[in-house]
C-alpha cells in the first residue's frame, strides 16, 4: 500500500474531523432516519431517503479518513534541522524575479492543500520545482503564463 505524506497538522485536522463525524454527526442522521420512520410509508417518505443519503456520505468520509490516516506518512518539520533545503512541509518565501513580488507557500499533502491560505500540494508544479532545492537558489518554473524565474528567499520549517 502506497504512503502519503501529510504534515502533523494535516493529519490533527483529519482526525478531528472523524472524531466529529463519528461523534455528532453520525448519531445526529441516525436520529434524523429513527424519526423519518415513524413518519410511516418509506416509499414516498423524502426525509427519510435525504437522511439515508446523508448517511451515506457520512460512513464514505468516514471510510476516506480512515483510509487516508492509516496510509499516511506524518512528517513533521518542525522536529529537523533546517539546513535550508526545501522539503515536504517546509515553508518558503519566493520573489517573482520578473515583477519583485514575495509569495510564500506551505508545501503539504493533497488532502491539506488550499491555495487561499497558501498551501500548496506537493504534487504542484511550484512545489515540485522547489523541492529539494535551497536557500538563495534560483529555479524556474513552468506556470500557466509561461517560464517564471524564482529565487528562494527564506526557508523554515515551522
Do not use: W
Not at 40 to 62: M, P, T, V
Not at 81 to 108: M, P, Q, S, W
Not at 124 to 153: C, H, M, W, Y
Request: one cysteine or more; glycine letters at 6%; a negative charge.
Amino acid at each position: 500500500m502506497a504512503q502519503y505524506p501529510m504534515t502533523a497538522r494535516g493529519a490533527e485536522m483529519l482526525r478531528e474531523e472523524l472524531n466529529q463525524l463519528k461523534s455528532v454527526e453520525r448519531p445526529k442522521i441516525i436520529a434524523s432516519i429513527a424519526e423519518a420512520r415513524e413518519h410511516g410509508d418509506l416509499k414516498e417518505n423524502a426525509e427519510y431517503h435525504a437522511a439515508r443519503e446523508q448517511q451515506s456520505f457520512c460512513e464514505g468520509r468516514i471510510q476516506d479518513i480512515e483510509g487516508k490516516l492509516s496510509n499516511a506518512q506524518i512528517i513533521d518539520v518542525t522536529k529537523m534541522t533546517n539546513n535550508g533545503k526545501v522539503i515536504f512541509g517546509a515553508t518558503v518565501t519566493i520573489l517573482n524575479l520578473d515583477t519583485d513580488k514575495e509569495t510564500t507557500y506551505r508545501i503539504v499533502g493533497d488532502d491539506e492543500a488550499d491555495i487561499k491560505q497558501n498551501l500548496i500540494s506537493v504534487n504542484s508544479p511550484i512545489a515540485r520545482g522547489l523541492i529539494g532545492k535551497e536557500l538563495d537558489d534560483t529555479v524556474n518554473i513552468q506556470t500557466p503564463a509561461g517560464t517564471v524565474e524564482f529565487e528562494i528567499i527564506e526557508v523554515e520549517y515551522i
